[in-house]
């Protein structure tokens, strides 16, 4: 069956270390999507991609970076820099970014936690 | 700025009520709206959308939602809950403009209790 997986479950980060959590999906989609989700607040978008060597910025990208050298996969690093880290992370993708009427599809996210 | 508000952060019915979800939207054009559902630490699951096609949406699990655009409204009902519903939703738009952004309300956590 085709889906989104992300790994680790769980996740735990010490103080000024960066982690990476992994998303990769056999959907054949062309737009990837990283959202953090904290208690009450609904989803919020880190960063997407559109397309392969292609990413932009969401509404809260300071502090996580990522990549996009595959069309399957969309590592999101959380760096240093981000200081309140503690929360749900959900990836997500879709047919292609400008199919407004389509759904995104989700993984079942990384739970990252500190130390 | 565009957006989509659900009323109550939290819902709870008896086993076998009625459920109402309530979503708006804030947008001068029809969007493209969804809901999603979520069990504990999951990804969330797409329950049903509304492309235009029609203004009563039906989805997975029993539930529907109707689409009023005078009231920029997407309630999400189900006539009868069941406790497998006990989860979180969420509603969620493509609101015109921009790089068709898909905006999420902040959710409402349903209880269904005996």
């Known amino acids: 069956d085709g889906g989104i997986t992300q790994s680790p479950k769980y996740l735990f980060r010490k103080e000024g270390q960066n982690v990476t959590l992994s998303c990769e999906q056999n959907?054949?989609?062309?737009?990837m999507y990283w959202y953090r989700q904290d208690p009450g607040q609904g989803l919020r978008l880190i960063y997407y991609s559109q397309i392969v060597n292609d990413f932009q910025k969401g509404d809260i990208a300071e502090g996580y970076s990522v990549s996009r050298e595959k069309k399957e996969s969309f590592p999101l690093t959380v760096t240093s820099a981000q200081k309140n880290p503690t929360a749900f992370y959900l990836c997500?993708?879709?047919?292609?970014?400008?199919?407004?009427?389509?759904?995104?599809?989700f993984g079942d996210g990384t739970r990252l936690s500190i130390l | 700025a565009q957006s989509v508000t659900q009323l109550g952060s939290h819902v709870s019915v008896s086993e076998g009520a009625l459920v109402l979800l309530r979503c708006n939207y804030s947008?001068?054009?029809?969007?493209?709206l969804f809901w999603y559902v979520q069990y504990p630490n999951q990804g969330l699951q797409l329950l049903l959308k509304y492309t235009s096609a029609a203004t009563l949406v039906k989805g997975i699990n029993g539930f529907e939602a109707e689409f009023k655009k005078s009231e920029t409204s997407f309630h999400l009902t189900k006539p009868s809950a069941h406790m497998s519903d006990a989860a979180e939703y969420f509603c969620a738009g493509t609101l015109m403009g921009g790089y068709n952004k898909l905006i999420f309300g902040a959710g409402t956590r349903l209880a269904v209790h005996p």
């Open positions: 959907l054949n989609h062309d737009a």
């Open positions: 997500a993708s879709k047919r292609k970014r400008t199919d407004s009427n389509q759904p995104q599809h």
């Open positions: 947008s001068s054009v029809p969007p493209y």
